[in-house]
């Protein structure tokens, strides 16, 4: 892999959206690349014939994000705007005029499939009449980081129904993720050795 030039990155959402977008229902199309500018950040969204419309990037509120600048160029409805959970906590859902849905979510990686997993499929799975994929139940078989005022989704390992936190958590990186059996979702207070959360299964 070709290691990208001073002042750019190297894009891992891109290539992997596609086949997970398949995996939770969808029929997905090309992903496009657009300039961080509200321009171009407008005119994509203004270009997008699709039934759902998935955005990552540019969901924060700094001087450099767009996004929700141009959804509501758009005339996009947020219905949920920022959510108490990390990674992810920027992401946002909404409707097109017409009813379409939309996704805005983070651009850090971890970040953006967590927020693909927790939200975009329960959104597809609506679209095409079916069930949500359940959620699993575990015990911690030992104890789990928390944050004292967000929900962790955490990558974790699941062995004989107890799971364990993985290494490299952050939201830029996939590591982890790239370990995990499923992703844990801490509460704050809870966490510790034995204690049960829920779990979103992995779409591949």
């Not at 990390?86 to 983070?106: E, I, N, Q």
């Not at 850090?108 to 994929?133: D, H, K, T, Y």
């Not at 005022?149 to 107890?162: E, I, K, P």
Request: charged share 20%.
């Amino acid at each position: 892999m070709v290691s990208p030039r001073a002042g750019a990155v190297r894009d891992v959402i891109g290539p992997a959206f596609p086949a997970v977008l398949g995996s939770l229902g969808a029929r997905p199309t090309a992903p496009v690349h657009v300039a961080d500018t509200f321009t171009a950040t407008a005119a994509a969204f203004a270009a997008s014939t699709s039934d759902m419309l998935v955005v990552t990037g540019g969901t924060s509120r700094g001087r450099t994000d767009h996004a929700r600048a141009a959804a509501a160029d758009a005339g996009i409805d947020l219905l949920v705007d920022g959510v108490a959970m990390r990674p992810g906590h920027p992401v946002a859902l909404g409707r097109r005029p017409d009813g379409r849905p939309v996704a805005l979510l983070p651009g850090n990686p971890f970040a953006a499939f967590a927020c693909l997993i927790s939200f975009a499929g329960p959104i597809l799975a609506g679209m095409s009449g079916r069930e949500p994929a359940p959620f699993g139940l575990v015990r911690c078989g030992a104890p789990i980081r928390t944050d004292a005022r967000h929900t962790r989704l955490v990558a974790v390992r699941v062995d004989a129904g107890l799971a364990y936190e993985l290494r490299h958590q952050g939201s830029g990186m996939l590591r982890g993720l790239s370990d995990a059996d499923a992703l844990a979702i801490v509460e704050p207070g809870s966490g510790g050795e034995g204690d049960a959360a829920l779990t979103l299964r992995l779409p591949w």
